[in-house]
Each structure stands twice: as C-alpha cells, then as structure tokens.
C-alpha cells in the first residue's frame, strides 16, 4: 500500500443522515496494539459515538472495537475512551464553534492511510425533523429516477 492511499473502513450513514456537515478533520486515533489488529478486521462500529473535548484534548467516546480473536490476556477493553490526535490550533477553533454556535463533533469515517489509522470528524449541526423528511423524498426520488431509466433502456 502505498504511502498516502487510502482504503476506507467504515462511514457512519447514521450521521450523514441526523447530521448537517459543516467542515472537516481529519485526526489520528491512540491505540492498542489489539485494537489496531481488529480495526483492519473491520471489527468495530461508531454509529452513537461522537467526540468530547477535554483539558487535555479530544476524546472520542463511545466506539465500540471488539477484542482481538488471537489476543492474550492482555486484551483491550472494547468500550474505552480513546484520544484523539489534532493539532492544539484546531482543538481551539474546534472548542470556540462548539461552544458559540452549538454544534457538535462527530466521527463519520474511520480508514487507514497508509499504515495509521484515521478518524474523520465532521463539525456538525442537527438537522430538523423536516429536514430529515426532504432528505428520505429526494432519496425516493433519485431511485426511483435510476429505476425509471434502467427499465427504459432495456
């Protein structure tokens, strides 16, 4: 695998759907070796997990990496906090948006790039009820526009 390629593991489509992405990051994650073993498994999953900024910097809570079949006894705890790595600038900028405009961060994709793990967090605002409903209709839509032009060219 080349040194920047990337190979996408997981997207959180929970998200994408509850969620109205405004920007971007891209942050490295502090593992165990067990952990990173049954990350490349895909043994994981982040649907309700989202991040929390502390003193100390980003942790992202809730994500759920199952333990390694071939571990010892000296295997990870599936359900731990995990830190975060991001520069201290974006931290700062991260933390003033939250705070003033109440969004929220919240991981949406999960890939390896090269031989590190990454985590994309996405700065996001809740979308409303209405929202979500408009999104479910162009979705209808879109595939039934995909059907009507599939059944067309035959």
């Known amino acids: ?6 190979k996408i593991l997981q997207t959180n489509k929970k998200a994408y759907f ?8 891209e942050c490295g994650i502090a593992l165990q070796g067990t952990e990173v073993k049954s990350i490349r498994m895909s043994r994981f999953s982040f649907g309700d997990s989202y991040v929390k900024i502390t003193a100390k910097g980003l942790v992202l809570v809730a994500m759920h990496i199952s333990q390694y079949a071939h571990g010892s006894i000296n295997n990870h705890e599936p359900e731990r906090d995990r830190r975060l790595l991001v520069h ?11 705070d003033e405009k109440g969004m929220t961060l ?3 994709q999960v890939y390896l790039k090269g031989n590190l793990v990454k985590v994309r967090i ?9 929202d979500k ?6 979705r209808d839509m879109k595939r039934d526009l995909r059907r009507e032009l599939k059944n067309f060219n035959r």
Not at 1 to 6: V, W
Request: hydrophobic letters at 30%.
């Open 1 to 6: 695998m080349a040194k920047d390629q990337i």
């Open 18 to 25: 509850n969620y109205e992405m405004v920007e971007d990051f």
């Open 88 to 98: 201290r600038q974006e931290i700062k900028r991260m933390k003033r948006k939250v």
């Open 106 to 108: 919240v991981p949406t």
């Open 122 to 130: 996405s700065l996001c605002r809740g979308k409303q009820e209405h």
């Open 133 to 138: 409903r408009n999104t479910i209709k162009d």
